[in-house]
Every structure is written in structure tokens, then in C-alpha cells.
Nanobody, 123 residues
Framework: VQLVESGGGSVQTGGSLRLSCAPS????????MAWFRQSPGKEPEAVAA???????AYTDSVKGRFAISRDTAKRTLYLKMDFLKPEDTGMYFC???????????????????WGQGTQVTVS
């Protein structure tokens, strides 16, 4: 299984980005998937998660600004990020799991597969 992220970049405060994650060897519709981010010197932080039935969850700091979604036809997971803030800066990782317990959806250990990450910088 491989997860490949794309779409990161540098933007100004208030700007927008859309991250993509294209898995191979795993179906986006059969797995719970999530986005995590990590800043230097900090632990990975869950940003958003989506369940097989499209139920979503977000960490409080991004609610109303970020939206997780997936396109099963394109086999791709997305994270649309609006009204970006400097504190959103970090490496963003796509994660997938087939046995994610939804009450632990924002816990990194619930996910079996991880991408290499894409950098987001907000200044």
C-alpha cells in the first residue's frame, strides 16, 4: 500500500490550499482515512478524519476552515483548507486504516498506512 500526497505549498495568511492523497493498493471507499500534520519539534496532530460512510470529524482548531472529502471515482482523498493561519504550518500526512475505531479516529496509532507528507507553509 502506498499513499502519495500532493498540493502543499506556501501561502499567505487567509489563503487556501487543497491537498490530495492518492492511495494505491487500498480503496478509499473501504477505509477510514485521515489527515495529520506535524510541526518541527511537535507530535503529529490529527486534523480531520472520514469514515467509510462519509462521517467526518475535525480537530477544534480547523473546524469551519478545513473540509475532508473523497472522490471514489478518482480514488482520491482531499483536504480543502481555507482561511489558513500561520499555526497551520507543518508537514501534512495522509493516513488510512481498515480497522479504525471511530471513537479513536484522531489517534495516529489507529491508522496502518501513511504517506510521505506534503509541506504547507503559511506566512
Amino acid at each position: 500500500v502506498q499513499l502519495v500526497e500532493s498540493g502543499g505549498g506556501s501561502v499567505q495568511t487567509g489563503g487556501s490550499l487543497r491537498l490530495s492523497c492518492a492511495p494505491s493498493g487500498l480503496s478509499v471507499s473501504d477505509s477510514s482515512m485521515a489527515w495529520f500534520r506535524q510541526s518541527p519539534g511537535k507530535e503529529p496532530e490529527a486534523v480531520a478524519a472520514i469514515r467509510r460512510d462519509d462521517l467526518t470529524a475535525y480537530t477544534d482548531s480547523v473546524k469551519g476552515r478545513f473540509a475532508i472529502s473523497r472522490d471514489t471515482a478518482k480514488r482520491t482523498l482531499y483536504l480543502k483548507m481555507d482561511f489558513l493561519k500561520p499555526e497551520d504550518t507543518g508537514m501534512y500526512f495522509c493516513a488510512a486504516g481498515t480497522e479504525v475505531r471511530w471513537n479513536r479516529r484522531l489517534v495516529a496509532r489507529e491508522y496502518d498506512y501513511w504517506g510521505q507528507g506534503t509541506q504547507v507553509t503559511v506566512s
